[in-house]
């Protein structure tokens, strides 16, 4: 394990992935952090793409605390899926209780990163476990820049500069899907947020590195392809994307919380068994060019 100094306070940090993340051990969520901890934290985070904090017992005002320090907090197109005491928490799981209902589809998930609808993307998200099935759930994370890194120069050459089509009505026609008892459409999400031209090809804009960006169930097409060239193309590059030497995935216990950088990894997760257990997991989302995460 490796101890990194940072003036009276030490973070641990191991290394846990293939070719990224790391789980970092002694960084305070409650209350007060210091500068010079928060920009060691940041810098980990560049370093590593994903960071696992394990046991940190932290309640939603802790979370959104914790999160806004690193940039302006989204609040979830899904509105109703959110904490009526702090909006800026996303629920994922089969709860409801106290006047929240957790978003839940019993369709297998799609990798992706997390508001590539938004005409910004979000810069990271952060992911707590409050209620830990004893089996399933994992969250599977993909390392888009190794991944990118890896490409031969001819597929290198084929995408750059591509431009994909993100949008929330694709991304409700693929859950409709596979939850069919879903009905209506997204109403003035459609307006709030319309298609946005996204690159298949991100750079990083603290460290300069390239990566994939490929959200399958979100984008409706490539632009200058056909629909069988955008699909083949986008199967092709999630393929090569979802090979296990870039992959980690983290078995979740209550307390846990993970961040990662949605400019440099995918994330999607593993079924669970809903008719026998439950799952609530709060997410956190700052978004784009958030200027603590720019540095």
Known sequence: MNHIAVKDAALSVRPIGPTFGAEVSLMPINGDVSPELLTQFISLLHRYRVLVVPSVYADPADLVAFSARFGPLEIHSRFENTLPAHREVFCVGNVERDGMKASFSRGVEQWHADSSYRSVPSDASLFYGEIVPPEGGETMFADATAAYRSLDSVMKRQIEGLQAMHSLETLRLWGQRHNPERTGDIGSQAVEFPA?????????????????????????HIEGLDAAASSALIEALIAHIAQPRFVYSHRWHKGDLVMWDNRAVLHTASLFDHTRFQRLMYRTTVAGNAPALAA
Request: with cysteine.
């Open 196 to 220: 946005v031209r996204q690159p298949l090809v991100r750079v990083h804009p603290a460290t300069g590195a390239k990566s994939l960006y490929v959200c399958p169930a979100v984008i409706s």
